[in-house]
């Protein structure tokens, strides 16, 4: 199985902050990663797929980068509303696996 | 829109039964991918079945062979029977439309609004 190993697991920053969040793959994944956010007592929402185009729909405030084993997730300008926990997952091959999630909070 | 919306969740001993159901509006779950997911409470997701063009069918290792997935063309809906239950079952489920089947784009969108499953005695 494909590991996804994501940091931090929480962080805390100010509005209008720059936020990254990485995930790193057990193997090589190419470019086959989503990253999701997730606010408390609600279903995910897909933010980004292939790791890096963005969903339909979704602030350009939210970006994402990389391929192989190493990905960032990035918030530019955190905004209130973005208080959520992300998670990032491959679908390169079964069983699809998520990250174990990053809990942002505001300062 | 598309929307999605599951029912079936509920109490039920260990060693029991349930099936939910993933009700779809928008779009066909028969032509295309869907995937069912689980949340622990306070843990993160953890990826359970999905079915794909043909009926194909996969399962993470810790419901294979005691949970199905399948689908209803007739009712538009999918379906996880879960059968011999156990306590770390517990969790809520949310079904999704996998994108990869729309062949142009990824990842899993809609997602239902979930439903929780508790087994306990």
């Known amino acids: 199985d494909i590991q996804m190993t994501q940091s931090p697991s929480s962080l805390s920053a100010s509005v209008g902050d720059r936020v990254t969040i990485t995930c790193q793959a057990s193997q090589d994944i190419y470019n086959y990663l989503s990253w999701y956010q997730q606010k408390p007592g609600k279903a995910p929402k897909l933010l980004i797929y292939d790791a890096s185009n963005l969903e339909t729909g979704v602030p350009s405030r939210f970006s994402g980068s990389g391929s192989g084993t190493d990905f960032t997730f990035t918030i530019n300008s955190l905004q209130p509303e973005d208080i959520a926990t992300y998670y990032c997952?491959?679908?390169?091959?079964?069983?699809?696996?998520f990250g174990g999630g990053t809990k942002v909070e505001i300062e | 829109e598309v929307q999605l919306v599951e029912s079936g969740g509920g109490l039920i001993q260990p060693g029991g039964s349930l099936r939910l159901s993933c009700a779809a509006s928008g779009f066909t779950v028969s032509s295309n991918y869907m995937t069912w997911v689980r949340q622990a409470p306070g843990k993160g997701l953890e990826w359970v079945s999905i079915i794909y063009s043909g009926d194909t069918t996969y399962y993470g290792d810790s419901v294979k062979g005691r949970f199905t997935i399948s689908r209803d063309k007739s009712k538009n809906t999918l379906y996880l029977q879960m059968n011999s239950l156990r306590a770390e079952d517990t969790a809520v489920y949310y079904c999704?439309?996998?994108?990869?089947?729309?062949?142009?784009?990824?990842?899993?969108?809609?997602w239902g609004q979930g439903t929780l499953v508790t087994v306990s005695s």
């Open positions: 999704a439309r996998d994108q990869s089947g729309l062949g142009w784009k990824r990842g899993f969108d809609p």
């Open positions: 997952q491959q679908y390169d091959n079964l069983p699809l696996t």
